[in-house]
């Protein structure tokens, strides 16, 4: 089993399912702490026994709190800190998408939320990382983007154009935050999750045959790649945005 991150703690947002539960079982799996935050306390706490009975080394603290509220951001980095010790890896997974279909449709109401939850918040969790311990102590950060961030879709436009700044946003970070800091981005394609459920469950196999390797991701397809870019083995990796798309992008569409 690898044990590449043992003694280093990380906070993962988002952390309740999909993603974000599986990227805290992975870095779990190589020997982190970890501290998972959600915004509803119930389906959290039940993530939380679900890593514990996983039997690991690493330790779990779950945080309850919506990312869009800073006091809640505050509350989270501060647990890992007195908690574990230290807050080496941020996993900034949180994201929303009221949002659908045509721009000049779109409540700007529900505009303005997702760019505040997608983009707004990620930079008020590295600002609170930062001065809590990254700043004197350095560690990794990981920015969960989209393929819609690089490419248009025309039906999640607006949560796209929210994932396109967080690309942005992190070569920013990496550039300001290096050299003791790294950032990076990673921009998955649709990964089976109720999150995406609306993308494909009608029809999976029409939703997976767009794809070269003609099945959707799921979501430890995703966390393998951060646990990648949070490790020693990416030490000369910042400011990128690596795609884990099963191919999508190289087709031209999306």
């Known amino acids: 089993m690898t044990t590449d991150l043992l003694g280093r703690t990380a906070l993962v947002t988002g952390a309740s399912r999909g993603i974000g539960l599986a990227t805290a079982a992975e870095l ?43 006091e809640a951001r505050a509350e989270a980095v501060s647990r890992a800190v007195t908690e574990f010790g230290s807050l080496d890896i941020l996993i900034n997974n949180t994201g929303i998408n009221p949002v659908y279909g045509s721009l000049m449709d779109a409540d700007l109401g529900g505009v303005s939320k997702i760019f505040d939850v997608n983009v ?48 942005r946003l992190t070569e920013e970070l990496a550039w300001q935050l290096g050299p003791n800091i790294r950032v990076n981005a990673v921009a998955p394609g649709v990964v089976k999750t109720k999150f995406a459920d609306a993308l494909y469950a009608a029809d999976e196999d029409a939703a997976a045959s767009a794809y070269p390797l003609k099945r959707l991701g799921v979501p430890e397809d995703v966390a393998r790649l951060i646990a990648f870019l949070v490790s020693d083995e990416s030490a000369w990796i910042t400011g990128d945005c690596v795609r884990v798309d099963g191919g999508l992008l190289a087709t031209g569409g999306i």
């Open 28 to 70: 779990l799996r190589r020997g982190a702490n970890v501290v998972i935050t959600a915004r509803k306390p119930e389906p959290l706490a039940a993530a939380a026994e679900e890593l514990r009975a996983l039997g690991h080394k690493g330790q779990v603290s779950a945080v309850a709190g919506n990312a869009g509220d800073a």
């Open 120 to 167: 707004v918040a990620s930079l008020g969790y590295v600002q609170q990382a930062y001065k809590a311990w990254m700043a004197e102590h350095g560690g990794a950060i990981v920015n969960v983007a989209s393929v819609a961030g690089i490419r248009s879709s025309g039906v999640i436009s607006a949560y796209g154009a929210s994932k396109a700044a967080l690309i």
